[in-house]
């Protein structure tokens, strides 16, 4: 059985042209990959953009809930 390689963006990126440009990098990328299927979580609001960008390849596109965060950096404090 092929390894599963799965990316979640974390809500990031912020702007459609970084979408693009993330997916058109990692569809360059993937060509070299030949032993694992491939899938990528982007927030939901590019997910059409990077089923353009990854059509006819091996890329699947999956989805990835909700936060309510507007941005996926999240400030962890540690106990002192």
């Known amino acids: 059985m092929k390894k599963l390689i799965v990316g979640n963006w974390k809500m990031n990126p912020t702007t459609r042209d970084e979408a693009r440009r993330l997916s058109s990098d990692i ?3 993937a ?3 030949k032993n694992a299927n491939i899938a990528v979580c982007p927030p939901f609001v590019f997910a059409r953009d990077a089923m353009e960008i990854f059509d006819g ?7 990835q809930d909700i936060f309510w965060r507007r941005v996926g950096r999240i400030q962890v404090k540690y106990p002192v």
């Open 27 to 29: 569809k360059r990328g």
């Open 31 to 33: 060509v070299k990959i």
């Open 57 to 63: 390849g091996k890329i699947l596109v999956c989805a």
